[in-house]
Structure formats: C-alpha cells, structure tokens
C-alpha cells in the first residue's frame, strides 16, 4: 500500500495539484480501504475537511496506479 506521501507525488506530478492527507484518508473511506484514526481528529463520525469532489479522481486514479484499487 502506498504512503500517504507518495499518493500526494503523484497527484502533484501528474495534475499538478498539492492534496491534503485528510482528503486521502477520506477517499480511502470511501473506497473501503482500511483508515487509521488520526489523533487529530475529534468525531470519529464526522470530517471537518472531506475531499473536494474536483480532487476525488485524481485520488482515486493514484490509488488504482498503486494498486489500492482496481
């Protein structure tokens, strides 16, 4: 499985964009991957930041070119 970092390389190489963590972690959600509870985070229930639906695709294509999903 690929570092939180290297998801963030690639989606600034290729879209030249910078993501935040918490958008990975989100989309790891909803992609039924397993997540970590991070320290930071207050309600295990509920996200302050959730990834931007104009971001969601190119979190989901560095997961499929890592092979997180198919």
């Known amino acids: 499985m690929a570092t939180y970092e290297a998801?963030?390389?690639y989606v600034k190489r290729k879209y030249?964009?910078?993501i935040k963590s918490c958008w990975i972690a989100h989309m790891k959600e909803?992609?039924?991957l397993d997540v970590k509870m991070s320290p930071k985070r207050y309600d295990e229930n509920k996200r302050t930041n959730p990834c931007p639906?104009?971001?969601k695709y190119m979190i989901e294509d560095a997961?499929?070119?890592f092979g997180m999903i198919g």
């Open 7 to 9: 998801i963030q390389e």
């Open 16 to 18: 030249n964009v910078s």
């Open 30 to 32: 909803v992609c039924g």
């Open 53 to 55: 639906d104009s971001k």
């Open 63 to 65: 997961f499929r070119h």
